[in-house]
């Protein structure tokens, strides 16, 4: 560093605490590498508000098993169609399972022996757009040849 010449960092302290705006923090600083105690303010802080931070309810992961009753429910309407063969129990057994695939594969659906929205639509359990895409906008025809539109126009 040449003679008569200031470094950066020393000339920006200088600049700040001259404008005033690194003077508060300036001061702080000095006063706590000299030891001293800083003046406390004399203006009033606004309180502070605690937030109090709920946490969320876990969801679960995997879909809930059916009730004794639902299974009742899907026994008797595989027993309506042909496929279950016995008391409806409430119990998802094997004999349950067998019918929903034999019920799956003569509805051409695919045959896993599990509940799925399509098997429980075509037992007649489900939902009646279980499986079906959103509705399309409905769209009319418009003709762009210029003899329709003479045509139309009397």
Excluded at 55 to 76: D, G, K, L, N
């Amino acid at each position: 560093m040449r003679a008569g010449k200031i470094s950066k960092l020393p000339a920006m302290f200088v600049f700040f605490a001259v404008i005033g705006i690194g003077a508060p923090a300036f001061a702080a600083r000095q006063a706590a590498s000299s030891g001293a105690a800083a003046k406390p303010s004399t203006a009033k802080k606004a309180p502070t508000k605690t937030r109090v931070m709920r946490r969320r309810r876990a969801r679960p992961r995997a879909q809930a098993a059916p009730t004794p009753a639902r299974i009742s429910q899907i026994q008797t309407a595989l027993a309506a169609q042909g496929a279950y063969k016995g008391q409806p129990n409430g119990k998802w057994d094997g004999a349950t399972v067998q019918a929903m695939r034999d019920f799956q594969a003569s509805h051409g659906l695919t045959a896993t022996g599990k509940l799925d929205a399509l098997s429980l639509q075509k037992l007649g359990l489900g939902s009646e757009i279980a499986g079906r895409a959103a509705p399309l906008p409905a769209t009319q025809p418009q003709s762009t040849t210029p003899s329709a539109q003479q045509q139309q126009t009397p």
